[in-house]
């Protein structure tokens, strides 16, 4: 059993390597935006409060998001547990290392994804011309983009530091293709 974070500034791929893990390598996938956008779609008080934020790029309450994260893991013990979107900040690092330590589970790799930010904006052009309408997510526009990617440089970077100090970081060229980058995701994982 194996438990990994992937990490990156969005558009990066998570999303995509994230599934190819659950497909060929039986991963479960935790990915908290996918539980957030749940929420939203149930029409539920906290859900509007949470569409609201995220239509505007902002980072959901941290509680909010560690008590769904707490919960999944609980049922999900048995698996190996692929998080993609979380940790996004050190409150919701060291939350979750807490939970693991507790369980006696450890987080295996925490991959980056690396993209520089003046491709992301080419990667969600492409997402919003390759995607119908009604598909799209509401956060994915330029506007919204610029917004979450200062967002990731604020909030987010940290933990890679926090992550590079404990030896478990491993970087990937997310430019690469996505086959490329499953494979070397996939030797990480050997
Ligand atoms: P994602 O699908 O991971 O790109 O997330 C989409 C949006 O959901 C983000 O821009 C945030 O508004 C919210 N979100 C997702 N994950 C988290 C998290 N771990 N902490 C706070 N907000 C989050």
Redesign the pocket.
Known sequence: MKNIILLGP?GSG??TQSKILVEKQGFFQI???????ETVGSGSKEGKV?KK??E???????Q??IDM?LNSIKVNIDKSIIF??????LV?AEALEKSFEKESMTIDHVILLEVKSENLEKRINKRLAESEINDR?V?DNVE?LIK?VQ?YKEMTLPIIDYYEKKEKLIKINGMLSIEDVSRLINNILK
Do not use: A, Y
């Open positions: 969005p998570k999303g990915s908290t935006g996918e539980l957030l956008r949470i934020l995220m505007k790029g902002d980072l959901v309450p941290d909010m998001v994260i993609d979107g979380f940790p996004r900040n919701q997510r956060d919204t979450r967002v």
